[in-house]
């Protein structure tokens, strides 16, 4: 939990009575390596803080069956459904464990608590939700302007630690290209 | 303004002069058909709540010089590049009027003033920031898991109001089909 307590004061100082009140609202929670926190058709039951390890966020292409990549997950970022969240309806989105990770959830009915409780994470979230937004538009900037090289470049340069933590296929997956491709232009670096 | 307060009054309640207050924070600012509100390589000046018209927000594809709609904003809707906007660096995207547009706009340092006067709006722009990355997740899911057919109907289902206002040709752009494509889908439809 310490993780998430510090990513909160990133933003703004708690009291030690807030971190401990905080800290009541949050389970952890152990996956093993391609165990489910979501599935498409359930709802999702968390929102969740990367402790330790990595989610992969992917959609079943209904026409391919294949894995489409959404978004990773890695430590001290957040992941979940937030529509299926908040309106506690079945998700067309899966969350899948790539390695043993450990993530700290707090429930729909725990969520709103915690803001009852402390009105002044309304902030804390705001800003966390700038910052997804942020990292949507990118990732369809990613996706929809630039070609395939350069899209790795941007990824690289934006994204150093997921390059590192996150096997190389899902990264094709997520930049809108196949494996043999993405090795292409690596190989391509290398030299 | 009467409508953004409305949309504010969605969420909770304001006085009378938390009412008054709020307004001083915005202008208004009237967009010419095709007149854009951000050009690539700008700073974002502004987080826009749309009043009438439309917005198509879009990037330029690098190679093929495209344009790659990323959304719309209609009436009662938001528009900005975020990160732009909180970071004052330069965007990557445009936004730019459809039809002639009224939006109201508040600037950054508004932005922040506005929080610090009225704490409690926090809350508001985190709900909307939520249903922002909700679409955006839906978007993907648009685009990568469904094929063209499908992501027609389901774009239909959602965003009936965006179907009656937005020129097919860029609707088409923004479902990541040709034109062609739409238009065979829409006789399909029509028959």
Redesign the interface.
């Known amino acids: 939990m310490d993780l998430l307590i510090r990513n909160i004061e990133n933003h703004f100082s708690l009291t030690p009575e807030e971190i401990q009140l905080i800290s009541t609202f949050w389970d952890i929670k152990s996956l093993k390596r391609n165990e489910y926190l979501l599935r498409n058709d359930q709802v999702c039951r968390y929102d969740a803080f990367v402790l330790s390890g990595a989610l992969k966020l992917f959609?079943?292409?209904?026409?391919t069956g294949k894995e489409?990549i959404?978004s990773f997950a890695i430590r001290d970022w957040w992941a979940s459904?937030?529509?299926s969240f908040?309106e506690q309806t079945p998700s067309?989105?899966n969350i899948q464990a790539i390695k043993p990770t450990s993530v700290a959830v707090i429930t729909k009915s725990g969520f709103e608590d915690l803001?009852k409780t402390i009105?002044?994470l309304?902030?804390y979230?705001?800003m966390i939700?700038?910052s997804?937004?942020?990292a949507?538009?990118?990732?369809?900037?990613l996706?929809?302007?630039?070609?395939a090289e350069?899209r790795y470049i941007h990824f690289l340069k934006r994204y150093p630690q997921i390059n590192r933590e996150i096997p190389q296929y899902l990264i094709a997956s997520y930049l809108g290209m196949s494996a043999e491709m993405l090795s292409k232009i690596r190989a391509r670096f290398a030299r």
Request: neutral net charge; charged residues 30%.
């Open positions: 959609f079943i292409n209904q026409d489409e959404v459904d937030l529509k908040h067309d989105m803001l009105p002044k309304e902030r979230f705001r939700l700038q997804n937004v942020a949507w538009t990118y990732r369809t900037y996706r929809n302007a630039l070609d350069q």
